[in-house]
């Protein structure tokens, strides 16, 4: 069973960065579109950034200019640099690999534990 695990969660000031990693047992990441999300209380989970297969980024409106994602196939693990961070970016973010078609992320069926992000001065 594959398993997901993030971490890199924390308390943060607005303004701050943070940096999440994100690592998979097997290779569930090679050759798969790969991206994260996030879950505020209350809110569905919403994708925040990925990169297909052929290397493309994505990002949501609300965190372009700020994430940066990233992945290193060789350890099967993803990142996601988060920098000018606000108090709407609040959530438990989650990773996955999946499919990337027409324009929409397809993430695959598991997920881990997720990781608290909390901006807040």
């Known amino acids: 069973q594959v398993q997901l695990v993030e971490s890199g969660g924390g308390l943060v000031q607005p303004g701050g960065s943070l940096r999440l990693s994100c690592a998979a047992s097997g290779t569930i990441f090679s050759n798969s579109a790969i991206a994260w999300y996030r879950q505020a209380p209350g809110k569905q989970r919403d994708l925040v950034a990925g990169i297909t297969a052929e290397g493309i980024g994505n990002y949501a409106d609300s965190v372009k200019g700020r994430f940066t994602i990233s992945r290193d196939n060789a350890k099967n693990t993803i990142y996601l640099q988060m920098d000018s961070l606000k108090p709407e970016d609040t959530a438990v973010y989650y990773c996955?690999?999946?499919?990337?078609?027409?324009?929409?992320?397809?993430?695959?069926?598991?997920w881990g534990q997720g990781t608290q992000v909390t901006v807040s001065s």
């Open positions: 996955n690999g999946g499919r990337y078609i027409r324009g929409t992320y397809y993430p695959y069926p598991w």
